[in-house]
């Protein structure tokens, strides 16, 4: 009851911290640069309580569930939203390299949050037994692997979605219309996502509106390359996390279903994914096809992240199908 | 000679003087230097062990240049493949070339995923009349997708298909021909690019500044510090930093072909077989396990004995199963015991090879006794499969079992915990626990269920491929890792009193001009004069 109570209350907290962090964001966007600078690092600090709160709420679980908190959609929801304010807080802290990570992993965290404890799951937030498969020391490594792996690559190509949105967007005078109409255009693309959209492109608009009456063309150019840099090593780290997170599911199958790799349909997408973000880093490796195409690239690997971190356990099928919608 | 430092770094004095900046400094120096000589000449003493350590390092460093050799073989290596013509020392040659193209990978990698999604989208392993009434020629998916495409290009088993593994055989080749032709060689560059004779070839550099005043030793000093190899011939200084950075990506393309190699393994060479064995009864390894691939070579361990001692079940409170244990023997051909081990999901039993998990489980009889007489075998059989939810039935008959429907106790059961127990005329009578030895009173008949007796489900393999595949999973984890590391390079040139520093980096391009300020920073401003 005790434990309850209290991830209640941490839930409550992370949510509504990082509910008012956004709000800041968007303050920002309204409000005169100069007046916003001690704001924008209260949100920082805002992260990090998120991240504190999480880390209780997945801590809370842990200790009265009596396994690792990974065990069903609900669990990595939280857990994705976790990697995100650790993403952040890293390049918070990394005060030096100023990179426009947290423009996208603050909007990120809310989001997958809002969606986790919405009405949407509804009988997800209950602690799940653990069916026999689960039981095992593996899940504590394949899971974070995969989720930390997917929460990097999400923002690594989120920011080549930003790149790409950016590079095509006409410079004009016409400046909120023509925002106004990408995002809408995106919206309509990925309606799914459109909330980083918004906040991506609010942060960016930050960035060039302080430099609007230098010369805006030489801040785009910086903010591209910037854009495709970061992107590429935090899509590099992610490939890492999301290497060993398949690798690692790989012996554990072994270990449990008797075959080191069955095909089904969590793994084959998870194997798609990483096929294109290996496409992606040899297309980074060769410079003919730098930019724009390395971007095309991982916007489309960002939404097979999504179709084979969500896809899959929507439909429910295969043996990934542990804490899937339809098994409720 | 005189040197004037910074005295936060005073430290990195050395005086060397054999150091060829003897150029005569011009002459309003010497005043201002005076002072600072002593200066030096005090620290000198507590220096002077530092200085002989740190000369001696760099010397050391300079005495093996494995690059003269590396540019030498590499020579050699291309002349004798100049010299051979002829077409067929040419084709495989062309074949390389074409093969380690980065284009053609791209296309072969986006050609993998898509089949391998077009697998999860189209039902795999059904009957063809399914797929007859999935993709009708009359309204075919998409305007063209029809049942004579899947049979034609083998989509109703994607992942053996023709195709697809003929797609995985030309990545292979790829990834081979990438390695040869691209990637070895750079690495021979990489460490061939040694030394920069001119200032020009160091300004062309990603990185690149000059320092007035400076001294390449100290140079060497402040980046052997920072974790660089540094090598120094005369004037001019290399460094590197993060090598392994340039040579994992061959590490992960030769982890890649081991995984296909241990693949093509399992895949040719495997045994598999499934049993459902109740709980007492025993079978031999050879019967259950059947050949997957020609290269299927039974071996000793196959005639091994497997007696299932026990079977059981674990439940959480709410009465789901929370695991499955099976206790097994293995027994010789003599019948002696060679091994005994409770498996369970998650910890299967390895054994000569053949490694037994414990995958299912099923309802295999109730032990049930009548007004004390029995106890009687009833089997229980599978009544509806349900997804996961497995329901198993039993009967009893009562009274004369010639007549022509006979009446009798039925008796149900989810799992081997609670028997759910129906009378004659089918109405519900009650619910036991086996072991409980309660009876129950229907019709003025006492029954007691005695016990219940499982059947685990196993899965035996064999699968020379494992351990292929395990080495490449490690090397795999292993050389994503150290691929993130930069493998950065630095050169520089001493050119009279400037120091012309330059460098590039492969991997964190945004930070190494950071990085580098940082360190060109620590280098000590040089002042020389001669003092005569």
Known sequence: MIFSILEHILTHISFSVVSIVLTIYFLTLLVNLDEIIGFFDSSDKGIVITFFGITGLLFTRWIYSGHFPLSNLYESLIFLSWAFSIIHMVSYFNKKNKNHLNAITAPSAIFIQGFATSGLLNNMPQSAIL????????????????????????????????????????????????????????????????????????????????????????????????????????????????????????????????????????????????????IYLHIKTNRNFRGINSAIVASIGFLLIWICYFGVNLLGIGLHSYGSFTSN | MIVTLNPKILHFSKLNPQSPLSRPSPRFYRTRTISLTTNCKLQNPQDGNKTGSITKTISLSDSAPPVTEESSVKGGGNGGGGGGGGFLKRLPRKVLSVLSNLPLAITEMSTIAALMALGTVIEQGETPEFYFEKYPEDSPVLGFFTWRWIFALGLDHMYSAPIFLGMLALLAASLMACTYTTQIPLVKVARRWSFMKSDDAIKKQDFAESLPRASIQDLGVILMGDGYEVFMKGPSLYAFKGLAGRFAPIGVHIAMILIMVGGTLSATGSFRGSVTVPQGLNFVMGDVLGPIGFLSVPTDSFNTEVHVNRFTMDYYDSGEVSQFHSDLSLRDLNGKEVMRKTISVNDPLRYGGVTIYQTDWSFSALQVSKDGEGPFNLAMAPIKINGDKKLYGTFLPVGDTNAPNVKGISMLARDLQSIVVYDLEGKFAGIRRPNSKLPIEIDGMKIVIEDAIGSTGLELKTDPGVPVVYAGFGALMLTTCISYLSHSQIWALQNGTTLMVGGRTNRAKNEFPDDMNRLLDQVPELIKTSVD
């Open chain 1, 131 to 278: 069916v026999p498969a689960l039981q095992s020391q593996w899940l504590m490594m394949h899971v974070s692997m995969m989720i930390l792996g997917y929460g990097a690559l999400l923002c690594g190509s989120l920011l080549s979605i930003a790149l790409l949105v950016i590079t095509f967007r006409k410079v004009g005078s016409t400046f909120w219309k023509n925002n106004r109409k990408t995002k809408f255009l995106l919206n309509e693309l990925f309606s799914f996502d459109g909330l980083y959209y918004i906040n991506e492109r609010n942060s960016v608009l930050l960035q060039q509106n302080s430099n609007f009456s230098f010369s805006r063309n030489y801040y785009r150019y910086q903010l591209i390359e910037q854009l495709d840099y970061w992107s590429f090593r935090i899509i590099s780290l992610g490939f890492i996390f999301l290497t060993v997170g398949i690798l690692s599911g790989a012996v554990w199958a072994n270990e449990t279903w008797g075959s080191y790799w069955n095909w089904d349909p969590k793994e084959t997408w998870a194997f798609i994914t990483w096929t294109i973000f290996a």
